[in-house]
């Protein structure tokens, strides 16, 4: 039956390879807009559908994504189905590497997917990853270095009220002769007492963590930083990622997840 629809949709939808993938998409029950525009719901569906069949992630409907639309619809998957498969992906690439204090774990794996995907599409093979969701104290210690490192002038350039509390915390401390694990102790009390995401959006709950990842690229270990900046745009442009920050000599990226 599967097979029957998508002979149809080829033969209805002949040189409108958007229009075929929404019909084929909105028959797996994904309800999509069958009108020829890329959509928030096609969008979804694509990029879940692009890393369970293992192809780069783009979220544009290329010859290898219609192929992979049919080749689902003709095995009978639904909408469902597809979830369920990307729900279980795990990440098998080779091209990220991961600081010390990263928890990879809060990451999706189709975020890892997708970074590759960009590297791909600008001709890079690398990438670290250099922090993803951070507990108070993650980001204290984060804040802490920073400051020490570029002074708090320049941190309090980076933050809001919130965070220049924090740093005040630092300063103080210091000029108090407090030692160091104190002053991060006191940190991370300030930083714990803040309503989640208001100081940064690396630091939330797990459950929102997982609704929008949030990661840094490091600097030092891309070939290539304009040329990597520039895909992080396309890809936004594309609406896949809502906001690319430059910060700390990273690259600040937030994307929310497909579901
Ligand atoms: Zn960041």
């Not at 049919?70 to 990307?86: E, K, L, P, S």
């Given at each position: 039956?599967?097979?029957?629809?998508?002979?149809?949709?080829?033969?209805?939808?002949?040189?409108?390879p958007?229009?075929?993938?929404?019909?084929?998409?909105?028959?797996?029950?994904?309800n999509?807009?069958?009108?020829?525009r890329?959509?928030?719901?096609?969008?979804?569906?694509?990029?879940?559908?692009?890393?369970?069949s293992?192809?780069?992630?783009?979220?544009?409907?290329?010859?290898?994504?219609l192929?992979?639309?049919?080749?689902?619809?003709a095995?009978?998957?639904?909408?469902?189905?597809?979830?369920?498969?990307?729900n279980?992906?795990?990440?098998?690439g080779?091209m990220?590497?991961?600081?010390?204090?990263?928890?990879?774990?809060?990451?999706?794996?189709?975020?890892?997917?997708?970074?590759?995907?960009?590297?791909?599409?600008?001709?890079?093979?690398?990438?670290?990853?250099?922090?993803?969701?951070?507990?108070?104290?993650?980001?204290?210690?984060?804040?802490?270095?920073?400051?020490?490192?570029?002074?708090?002038?320049?941190?309090?350039?980076?933050?809001?009220?919130n965070?220049?509390?924090?740093?005040?915390?630092?300063?103080?401390?210091?000029?108090?002769?407090?030692?160091?694990?104190?002053i991060?102790?006191?940190m991370?009390?300030?930083i714990?007492?803040?309503?989640?995401?208001?100081?940064?959006?690396?630091?939330?709950?797990?459950?929102?963590?997982?609704?929008?990842?949030?990661?840094?690229?490091?600097?030092?270990?891309?070939?290539?930083?304009?040329?990597?900046f520039?895909?992080?745009?396309?890809?936004?442009?594309?609406g896949?990622?809502?906001?690319?920050?430059?910060?700390?000599g990273?690259?600040?990226?937030?994307?929310?997840?497909?579901?």
């Amino acid at each position: 039956m599967g097979q029957a629809v998508v002979a149809d949709a080829i033969d209805k939808y002949k040189g409108q390879p958007t229009k075929q993938a929404q019909f084929l998409l909105n028959y797996m029950n994904f309800n999509v807009a069958v009108d020829g525009r890329m959509n928030q719901e096609a969008l979804n569906a694509i990029l879940m559908i692009q890393f369970c069949s293992g192809i780069r992630i783009t979220g544009m409907i290329d010859i290898e994504t219609l192929d992979a639309i049919r080749n689902y619809v003709a095995a009978g998957f639904t909408a469902d189905r597809i979830r369920t498969c990307f729900n279980e992906m795990t990440y098998s690439g080779s091209m990220l590497a991961f600081t010390q204090s990263v928890n990879v774990g809060s990451i999706n794996p189709i975020t890892l997917a997708l970074i590759e995907s960009m590297l791909e599409e600008c001709g890079q093979s690398k990438a670290s990853i250099t922090s993803a969701l951070r507990t108070p104290e993650d980001q204290a210690r984060a804040m802490f270095n920073n400051i020490a490192r570029t002074g708090a002038n320049s941190q309090r350039s980076i933050y809001e009220a919130n965070g220049n509390a924090v740093i005040d915390i630092y300063v103080s401390g210091k000029a108090a002769g407090k030692t160091d694990a104190q002053i991060l102790a006191d940190m991370t009390a300030r930083i714990a007492a803040t309503p989640e995401g208001v100081l940064s959006l690396h630091v939330v709950s797990q459950t929102t963590y997982d609704k929008k990842n949030i990661i840094d690229i490091g600097h030092s270990s891309l070939t290539d930083i304009s040329a990597f900046f520039n895909t992080l745009n396309e890809y936004k442009e594309r609406g896949i990622i809502s906001r690319v920050l430059v910060e700390n000599g990273c690259y600040h990226i937030e994307i929310p997840m497909p579901k």
